[in-house]
C-alpha cells in the first residue's frame, strides 16, 4: 500500500484551477492566497512522495487496472527529486506572483496552477500516451501565459511558440504512435523491455521523433528559436516558471526517453553534438543582448545545453553532474528572472546599460550576485558541482574537444554577465524605488537555497547516487 | 531559396516516415509472439493489450461501448488531462481575448426571419440531442466530446442568427467549473474508496442498460457539460464580448 498517492500531486492543482473561477466569483482577493496556499500544499506533498520514492520506487496505479493495461505513475528518486524542485521553485515563483495587477487574474492563477500539473504529470507519469498528454497541458498553459501581457511582443513570442510547440508535439505523437503500431503498449518500462522486437529502422525513426518533440521544450538547438521571444515577451514571473519548471519537466522526459524507454547506455554523439551546439550558440548569442530578459533567454538556452550533454556523454558522473545542473540551474534563473522583473520594474527600462547601481540595494544586490556566481559555476554555489561533474565526466572519457567548447562557452558566459555585474553595482546610479516584500522574500529564499546546498551538497549527492540504476534502465 | 529548402526538407521527412509506416500493420496481428511485462508486479504475461480490451472490456468496465471503456475508464487519466487541455485553451483564449472596456457595438444586420425562428426552434433540439449523445456515450457511438461539441454549436447557431445574443460568461465558468470539480471529484472519491485515483467505484449494472457502467456516465455527462460550455465559451470570447 502507498502511503501518499502522487496523483495528489496531479489532482490537488487540477481540482483547485477548477475551483479557482468560483472562489473568483466572490473575491478575487483571496485568490492569491488560494493558490500559494495549494502550490504550498503540493510542495509538502511532493516531499513526502520524495521521501517514499527514496527507500524504492513508487508505482501509483490509475483506475485499477494493470500497467499494461491502465495507467501507471512511476515515480523514482531522480522524479520525485525533479518533482520536489519544480514545486518548490513553483512555491517560492507565486510569492512573487502575487505582484500581478493585470486582469484577468482568475486566468492568470488557474493557468499556472495547470502549467504546474502539467510539468509534475509530465515529471510523475510511467505512460508514454500520458507523457504526451501532460506536454500538451504545460506546452498549452505556457502559450496562454507567453501572451498574457497582451502586447506585440507577448504576442510575438506566444505566436512562436504555439507554431514551434505543436510542431514538437506532433513528433512526439508521431513517434508514440510508431512504438504502439509494433509493440501495442504504451507503459514505459513494458516498452523498454521489449524493444528488440522492433523494427530497427521504425525503432530510430520513433527515437528521432521523440528526441526532436521534446527537444522543443527543453530548448535544444535548432529548435530553441521560440525561447527569446517568449522568455522576453512573457510577464516576469511566467518567464521564471518556464526557466524552472516546464523547461525542466521537458528535458526530465528527454532523459526518460534516452534512458528508460530506449535505454541507451554508451556515449550518444547525437545528443552531445546538439548539446554542445545549444551551449554555443546560446552563449554566444547572448554575449550580444542589451536587454537583460533576452540575455538571461539565451542564457538559459546555454544552460539547457549543458545539461543535454551531460545527459549524452552518459556516464554516471556526467549524468549525476546534468541533474545537478538541472536543480541548480532551476533554482538560480527564477532568481535572475525575478530579480530582472524587479529591475524593469525599478528603471523602467530593459536595456540593461540604464540599470546603473541598481544591485546596490543589499535586497536586491546580494541574491542578485549569488545567482549569477552561481550559473557560472563559482565554488561555493550549487552551480558548481553541476558544471564540474558533467566536464569531470567528459574528461573521464577523453572527449576533449567537446571539453574545450564547453570551456570556451563558459567564458563567454562569464564575460557577458561580468559585464551586467559591472553596471548593477556602479555607483552613481539613480535612486531606485526599494523593492516589495514580494519581491525580496522569493530572491532571498532562492538565495539561501543556492548557499545552503551550495555549502553542503552531500544530500544531494546521496540523491543522485540513484543515477546509476535509473541508467541502466530502472526507475 | 527558402521555399526550394522547405520543400525539400518537406519531401524528405515524408520519405523518412514513410518509409517507417511501411511497417506498420493496422488493425490486430499475430498474438503469438507478444508477452507482456507488468513492471508493478514484475511480472510477464501472454495477454495482448487491444485483445485483452476487447475480449474482458464489457465485463471489467460493464460499458457496452469498447472504445469509452477504453476512453473513460482504462485510460481515464489521459482523458481528464484532454478535458484539462481544452479547458486551458478556453481559458487562455479567455485571457488573450479579454477586453477592458466594453466595445462599441458593431453595427450588425439582422438576419432574415426565417434563419431566426428556425434556429429558435432548433436550438431545443440540438441541446437535447447533445444530451442524448452524452448520456449514452457508454453504449452508443459518441460520448462526451462529441456531445459538448453538439450543443456548444447550438450556441453557434444563436450566434449566426442574433448577431446581439451572447451568452452569460459567469453562467459558462460556473458550469464548466463545476463539471470539471465532478470529474476531478469522482477521481479523488476512487481514491479514497478503493486506493486507486479514477477508480470504477460505482456497481456495473448491466450492460446495454442506460444505468450501467459504473462511473462511467457520471464523467461522461460532466465531461460533454464541460466541453459544451468550453467551446461556447471560446465562441463567445471570439465575438470579442466582455466577460
Request: net charge neutral.
Amino acid at each position: 500500500m502507498i502511503a501518499v498517492h502522487p496523483v495528489l500531486l496531479i489532482a490537488i492543482p487540477l481540482f483547485f484551477a477548477f475551483l479557482l473561477p468560483l472562489i473568483g466569483l466572490f473575491s478575487k482577493k483571496v485568490l492569491k492566497y488560494v493558490v500559494t496556499g495549494t502550490i504550498a500544499l503540493n510542495t509538502i506533498i511532493a516531499l513526502l512522495v520524495f521521501r517514499e520514492a527514496l527507500n524504492s520506487p513508487i508505482f501509483d496505479i490509475l483506475g485499477g487496472f494493470k500497467p499494461p493495461l491502465g495507467i501507471v505513475l512511476m515515480v523514482g528518486p531522480l522524479g520525485g527529486f525533479i518533482a520536489l524542485i519544480i514545486n518548490m521553485a513553483g512555491l517560492i515563483i507565486s510569492i512573487y506572483g502575487m505582484e500581478m495587477k493585470k486582469e484577468p487574474l482568475v486566468k492568470y492563477y488557474m493557468l499556472s496552477l495547470l502549467l504546474l500539473m502539467g510539468a509534475n504529470g509530465m515529471v510523475l507519469t510511467g505512460d508514454l500516451f500520458n507523457l504526451f498528454v501532460f506536454l500538451e497541458v504545460t506546452s498549452i498553459a505556457s502559450y496562454g501565459l507567453a501572451a498574457y501581457n497582451k502586447d506585440l511582443k507577448g504576442f510575438e513570442g506566444a505566436l512562436k511558440y504555439v507554431i514551434l510547440g505543436s510542431i514538437g508535439s506532433t513528433f512526439v505523437l508521431i513517434g508514440i504512435a510508431l512504438i504502439y503500431s509494433q509493440l501495442r503498449t504504451l507503459n514505459m518500462l513494458d516498452i523498454a523491455t521489449r524493444l528488440n522486437e522492433m523494427d530497427p529502422y521504425v525503432k530510430i525513426v520513433a527515437f528521432t521523433s521523440l528526441f526532436l518533440g521534446f527537444g522543443v521544450e527543453a530548448e535544444m538547438f535548432p529548435l530553441n528559436t521560440w525561447v527569446p521571444e517568449t522568455y522576453d515577451g512573457a510577464p516576469h514571473s511566467v518567464s521564471a516558471m518556464f526557466a524552472s519548471m516546464s523547461a525542466k519537466a521537458g528535458i526530465f522526459a528527454l532523459a526518460r526517453v534516452i534512458f528508460t524507454i530506449f535505454a541507451f547506455t554508451n556515449y550518444l554523439w547525437f545528443v552531445v553534438i546538439m548539446g554542445v551546439l545549444t551551449v554555443f550558440f546560446g552563449e554566444i548569442i547572448a554575449y550580444a543582448q542589451r536587454d537583460i530578459k533576452r540575455m538571461l533567454a539565451y542564457s538559459s538556452i546555454g544552460q539547457m545545453g549543458m545539461i543535454l550533454m551531460g545527459l549524452g556523454i552518459g556516464t554516471t558522473m556526467a549524468v549525476e553532474g546534468a541533474f545537478f545542473q538541472m536543480f541548480s540551474h532551476a533554482m538560480a534563473k527564477a532568481l535572475l528572472f525575478i530579480a530582472a522583473g524587479y529591475m524593469i520594474y525599478a528603471t523602467q527600462t530593459e536595456k540593461m546599460s540604464e540599470m546603473k547601481g541598481i544591485g546596490r540595494n543589499p535586497l536586491i544586490g546580494i541574491p542578485l550576485l549569488i545567482g549569477i556566481l552561481s550559473i557560472l559555476g563559482m565554488p561555493p554555489f550549487i552551480g558548481f558541482y553541476g558544471k564540474f561533474y558533467i566536464l569531470m565526466g567528459g574528461f573521464s572519457e577523453g572527449y576533449y574537444a567537446i571539453i574545450a567548447l564547453f570551456l570556451a562557452a563558459s567564458l563567454v558566459e562569464v564575460a557577458y554577465y561580468a559585464r551586467f555585474i559591472k553596471i548593477a553595482f556602479e555607483g552613481g546610479g539613480k535612486r531606485y524605488p526599494s523593492p516589495k516584500a514580494t519581491v525580496y522574500i522569493p530572491l532571498l529564499l532562492f538565495a539561501v537555497i543556492i548557499v545552503i546546498f551550495g555549502v553542503y551538497p552531500k544530500p544531494i549527492f546521496e540523491i543522485l547516487s540513484h543515477v546509476t540504476t535509473f541508467l541502466t534502465g530502472g526507475v | 531559396m527558402k521555399r526550394i529548402l522547405g520543400g525539400v526538407i518537406a519531401v524528405l521527412i515524408f520519405i523518412v516516415l514513410a518509409l517507417a509506416f511501411v511497417h506498420i500493420p493496422f488493425g490486430n496481428i499475430d498474438l503469438a509472439e507478444y508477452h507482456y511485462y507488468n513492471p508493478v508486479d514484475n511480472e510477464h504475461t501472454q495477454d495482448s493489450v487491444p485483445q485483452h480490451y476487447l475480449d474482458e472490456g464489457k465485463k471489467e468496465t460493464g460499458s457496452t461501448n469498447i472504445v469509452t471503456a477504453v476512453v473513460v475508464d482504462y485510460r481515464g487519466f489521459d482523458t481528464l488531462g484532454e478535458v484539462t487541455v481544452l479547458f486551458l485553451a478556453s481559458t487562455g483564449v479567455g485571457s488573450i481575448m479579454y477586453i477592458f472596456e466594453k466595445e462599441k457595438r458593431r453595427k450588425v444586420r439582422r438576419a432574415n426571419a426565417v434563419v431566426e425562428t428556425a434556429s429558435k426552434l432548433l436550438f431545443g433540439f440540438i441541446i437535447l440531442f447533445g444530451a442524448y449523445i452524452f448520456v449514452h456515450g457508454h453504449l452508443t457511438p459518441g460520448g462526451g466530446f462529441p456531445g459538448g461539441a453538439v450543443i456548444a454549436s447550438s450556441f453557434l447557431l444563436l450566434y449566426l442568427a442574433y448577431p446581439r445574443f451572447h451568452a452569460e460568461h459567469k453562467n459558462l465558468n460556473i458550469a464548466e467549473s463545476l463539471a470539471g470539480l465532478t470529474f476531478v471529484g469522482v477521481g479523488i472519491l476512487g481514491l479514497f474508496l478503493a486506493g486507486y485515483f479514477l477508480y470504477n467505484f460505482l456497481p456495473f449494472g448491466l450492460p446495454t442498460y442506460l444505468f450501467s457502467a459504473g462511473v462511467i456516465p457520471v464523467i461522461y455527462v460532466a465531461v460533454g457539460v464541460k466541453v459544451g460550455s468550453e467551446l461556447t465559451g471560446i465562441v463567445d470570447a471570439m465575438m470579442g464580448v466582455r466577460e
